[in-house]
């Protein structure tokens, strides 16, 4: 990939505060953004994805650590001096002036002349399909308008690396499908390295190339979203991405114990207490399977069922089928089957 | 328009309109009465009396030669005047660059600091102007707080005559109206989302191109707001050019008082009134469809 968009955080930390009160929004991150690639920091709010952003941005200095755009180092530049553009989250769209006039904001402060900066701004506007509201005054925009417009002026100046500050969170759901497509289309044709901030799981997955998942100032996992997906790294990202039964488990001789139940594993484990994750699509239904459990409660959702269980050791299990399959009773008894490829083995809470 | 607007619009006429009668009584009526005096006869000793007459008006740009009775324009009027229009103009200037940085300090306080700072912009209002001007009439005065202080110091040989200047008048207009400014400034900044300011940072915009791009266009409204609000009284000033300006440095406020007090010229006086309530008129005019339309796109 392109070595002069790829960025290198190496270590980086940020405090807030000072003596009693002090708040480490980051702790010592390091990762590395492929140049041309789409990155997700995904999290929940609070995890220190959005200051990570603002590190990568400039509006913050680390208080430790380095960032380098290709081998150049970028962590003491400030904001106006990075080949770096940001879409924020409100868009922060200046009001006084037109969306044409938005978009050639960033140009006419690098001092590009007027007549190139025309053309560059009809380019963007045909890129977002905005080119009919040049001359609009950008109150007058609904928010996927809006939302567009921010793209195309965070575009113009053509950035190395395009920052984006959970652009559709404001959006609604259809709206946001949409955006969801078209920025990923954005980020192909324009080849520029995206990372992008969300804290929902879904758009992280359906948009990414990579993913890195963080919580509390630190990345838990980073991955593509099926590595992370199917083999989350620990307890906080496997609960975080979709959804996941955790079963107190005990490993010994490459198995996992449940209750006098064992299920072989096919990586190795310590040896030891340990908690067995497993998504709920992932169980199959198994009619005299060696591992029972007791049916609690169903949920029809129209293209599955969820079941709900209770293992003999009083673990609740839930597992999804096809809404095809014949419902069980309350208090049936099912066969459970935990497919070994599955099946993850992490740390014991 | 829909209907639920207007609806809506005639619902706030009526709230406002107690309001607008009592400035339209207050206002309309004395001012009727002043065009009306402007064209009668100087009363034998103060007032009025008829007949009516344009006599008041030809004063205010004509002067007839008391030696050999030829007429030519009123050059003192029409200095004074300039000087009044030159003062506040600066006045309005001066506060604008002495109350942005204070207005922006003040609202980027945390919120429960910013009342305390406002009201310390307000406590000059607390005394009378009369005596915060003779204050600064004491202060930079010959043998005043600022000379001796200059002198001491050695940066200057002798007393700086400041008091009776021009200069004079225009820092002791600066000091009465800079509240006027940082107050309207300060909402439109208290208004002003910060994150614009990173957006233009983000932009490859230094500050002085965020402040000129983004920040004074977007806080316009207040900048307006403030610089009227110190260019009118200013243009009217009567106390602090009277105090500072002394006999010589008259502004127009001080010359209309003098026809209605020693020149028992009411007429004149009238006259002048009236031209300076249309030459505000015409430089509001001016200003606000310059610079309240400049740079807007929606136009």
Same mark, same amino acid.
């Given at each position: 990939m392109d070595e002069a968009t790829r960025v290198y955080v190496k270590d980086a930390s940020k405090r807030f505060g000072h003596g009693a009160t002090v708040v480490h929004a980051l702790a010592d991150v390091t990762l590395t953004i492929e140049g041309g690639?789409?990155?997700?920091?995904?999290?929940?709010?609070?995890?220190?994805?959005?200051?990570?952003?603002?590190?990568? %941005?400039?509006?913050?200095? *680390?208080?430790?650590?380095?960032?380098?755009?290709?081998?150049?180092?970028?962590?003491?530049?400030?904001?106006?001096?990075?080949?770096?553009?940001?879409?924020?989250?409100?868009?922060?769209?200046? *009001?006084?002036?037109?969306? %044409?006039?938005?978009?050639?904001?960033?140009?006419?402060?690098?001092?590009?002349?007027?007549?190139?900066?025309?053309?560059?701004?009809?380019?963007?506007? +045909?890129?977002?399909?905005?080119?009919?509201?040049? $001359?609009?005054?950008? %109150?007058?925009? =609904?928010?996927?308008?809006?939302?567009?417009?921010?793209?195309a002026r965070a575009l113009a100046p053509e950035p190395r690396v395009l920052l984006l500050d959970e652009p559709l969170s404001a959006l609604d759901l259809k709206l946001r499908k949409e955006m969801q497509i078209e920025l990923k289309r954005l980020q192909r044709e324009t080849g520029i390295t995206f990372v992008f901030v969300t804290h929902d799981q879904e758009e992280a997955l359906t948009m990414s190339d990579r993913i890195a998942v963080m919580s509390a100032g630190r990345v838990q996992q980073i991955g593509t979203p099926r590595e992370?997906? %199917?083999? *989350?790294?620990?307890?906080?990202?496997?609960?975080?991405?979709?959804?996941?039964?955790?079963?107190?488990?005990?490993?010994?001789?490459?198995? +996992?114990?449940?209750?006098?139940?064992?299920? =072989?594993?096919?990586?190795?484990?310590?040896?030891?207490?340990?908690?067995?994750?497993?998504?709920?699509?992932?169980?199959?239904? $198994?009619?005299?399977?060696?591992?029972?459990?007791?049916?609690?409660?169903?949920?029809?959702?129209?293209? +599955?069922v969820q079941i709900m269980?209770?293992? $003999?050791?009083?673990?609740?299990?839930?597992?999804?089928?096809?809404?095809?399959?014949?419902?069980?009773?309350?208090?049936?008894?099912?066969?459970?089957?935990l497919p070994v490829e599955a099946v993850q083995i992490l740390e014991a809470e | 328009m829909s209907a639920g607007q207007g609806q809506a619009n005639r619902t706030s006429w009526s709230l406002a309109a107690p309001a607008l009668a009592l400035l339209l009584i207050g206002s309309i009526g004395p001012l009727l009465i002043v065009l009306v005096y402007s064209f009668m006869t100087p009363g034998d000793y103060s007032g009025v009396q008829r007949p009516f007459t344009t006599q008041a008006w030809e004063q205010v740009f004509l002067t007839r030669d008391i030696f050999d009775d030829t007429l030519g324009w009123a050059d003192a009027h029409m200095t004074i005047f300039w000087r009044s229009v030159k003062l506040s103009v600066l006045t309005a200037v001066i506060t604008f660059l002495l109350g942005l940085p204070t207005a922006w300090f003040i609202a980027?306080?945390?919120?429960?600091?910013?009342?305390?700072?406002?009201?310390?912009?307000?406590?000059?209002?607390?005394?009378?102007?009369?005596?915060?001007?003779?204050?600064?009439?004491?202060?930079?005065?010959?043998?005043?707080?600022?000379?001796?202080?200059?002198?001491?110091?050695?940066?200057?040989?002798?007393?700086?005559?400041?008091?009776?200047?021009?200069?004079?008048?225009?820092?002791?207009?600066?000091?009465?109206?800079? !509240?006027?400014?940082?107050? !309207?400034?300060?909402?439109?900044?208290?208004?002003?989302?910060?994150?614009?300011?990173?957006?233009?940072?983000?932009?490859?915009?230094?500050?002085?191109?965020?402040?000129?791009?983004?920040?004074? !266009?977007?806080?316009? !409204?207040?900048?307006?707001?403030?610089?009227?609000?110190?260019?009118?009284?200013?243009?009217?000033?009567y106390v602090t050019p009277r105090v500072l300006g002394g006999g010589k440095n008259m502004m127009i406020g001080n010359f209309i008082e003098l026809q209605f007090g020693q020149g028992q010229n009411w007429p004149l006086g009238a006259a002048l009134a009236v031209l300076l309530l249309i030459a505000v008129g015409l430089a509001l005019t001016v200003y606000v469809r310059v610079l309240g339309g400049a740079g807007r796109a929606d136009g």
């Amino acid at each position: 990939m392109d070595e002069a968009t790829r960025v290198y955080v190496k270590d980086a930390s940020k405090r807030f505060g000072h003596g009693a009160t002090v708040v480490h929004a980051l702790a010592d991150v390091t990762l590395t953004i492929e140049g041309g690639s789409f990155f997700t920091l995904l999290g929940p709010s609070g995890c220190g994805k959005t200051t990570l952003l603002r590190l990568l %941005a400039g509006f913050e200095t *680390p208080t430790g650590g380095r960032i380098l755009l290709g081998d150049q180092d970028v962590t003491a530049l400030p904001p106006n001096r990075r080949p770096i553009n940001t879409v924020f989250q409100s868009y922060a769209l200046f *009001p006084h002036l037109s969306v %044409a006039q938005n978009v050639g904001f960033g140009l006419k402060m690098q001092g590009i002349a007027r007549a190139k900066r025309d053309a560059r701004v009809d380019q963007m506007l +045909a890129l977002v399909r905005m080119q009919d509201f040049a $001359e609009r005054p950008v %109150a007058q925009l =609904s928010g996927g308008q809006q939302q567009r417009v921010a793209l195309a002026r965070a575009l113009a100046p053509e950035p190395r690396v395009l920052l984006l500050d959970e652009p559709l969170s404001a959006l609604d759901l259809k709206l946001r499908k949409e955006m969801q497509i078209e920025l990923k289309r954005l980020q192909r044709e324009t080849g520029i390295t995206f990372v992008f901030v969300t804290h929902d799981q879904e758009e992280a997955l359906t948009m990414s190339d990579r993913i890195a998942v963080m919580s509390a100032g630190r990345v838990q996992q980073i991955g593509t979203p099926r590595e992370i997906y %199917a083999h *989350p790294a620990n307890r906080f990202v496997a609960g975080f991405i979709g959804e996941s039964n955790f079963l107190p488990v005990t490993v010994a001789d490459g198995a +996992a114990r449940i209750g006098d139940h064992r299920i =072989s594993l096919a990586a190795p484990a310590d040896p030891g207490p340990a908690t067995l994750a497993i998504r709920p699509e992932d169980i199959m239904l $198994e009619p005299g399977a060696a591992l029972s459990a007791e049916v609690t409660d169903t949920v029809y959702l129209g293209n +599955a069922v969820q079941i709900m269980a209770r293992l $003999e050791d009083g673990t609740q299990i839930a597992l999804r089928q096809p809404a095809t399959i014949d419902l069980p009773e309350s208090g049936q008894r099912i066969g459970l089957r935990l497919p070994v490829e599955a099946v993850q083995i992490l740390e014991a809470e | 328009m829909s209907a639920g607007q207007g609806q809506a619009n005639r619902t706030s006429w009526s709230l406002a309109a107690p309001a607008l009668a009592l400035l339209l009584i207050g206002s309309i009526g004395p001012l009727l009465i002043v065009l009306v005096y402007s064209f009668m006869t100087p009363g034998d000793y103060s007032g009025v009396q008829r007949p009516f007459t344009t006599q008041a008006w030809e004063q205010v740009f004509l002067t007839r030669d008391i030696f050999d009775d030829t007429l030519g324009w009123a050059d003192a009027h029409m200095t004074i005047f300039w000087r009044s229009v030159k003062l506040s103009v600066l006045t309005a200037v001066i506060t604008f660059l002495l109350g942005l940085p204070t207005a922006w300090f003040i609202a980027t306080r945390p919120p429960d600091r910013r009342a305390l700072w406002l009201f310390l912009i307000t406590i000059p209002f607390w005394t009378n102007l009369l005596i915060r001007t003779i204050a600064i009439n004491e202060i930079i005065r010959n043998e005043g707080l600022l000379n001796q202080v200059l002198l001491k110091l050695g940066v200057i040989g002798a007393p700086l005559q400041i008091l009776y200047t021009d200069t004079a008048v225009l820092i002791g207009m600066a000091y009465v109206y800079l !509240p006027m400014m940082v107050l !309207p400034m300060y909402a439109a900044i208290d208004r002003f989302d910060t994150r614009l300011l990173e957006a233009a940072y983000d932009l490859f915009a230094n500050r002085w191109q965020a402040l000129w791009h983004v920040v004074l !266009p977007v806080i316009r !409204p207040g900048i307006l707001a403030g610089s009227i609000l110190v260019f009118v009284p200013s243009l009217g000033a009567y106390v602090t050019p009277r105090v500072l300006g002394g006999g010589k440095n008259m502004m127009i406020g001080n010359f209309i008082e003098l026809q209605f007090g020693q020149g028992q010229n009411w007429p004149l006086g009238a006259a002048l009134a009236v031209l300076l309530l249309i030459a505000v008129g015409l430089a509001l005019t001016v200003y606000v469809r310059v610079l309240g339309g400049a740079g807007r796109a929606d136009g």
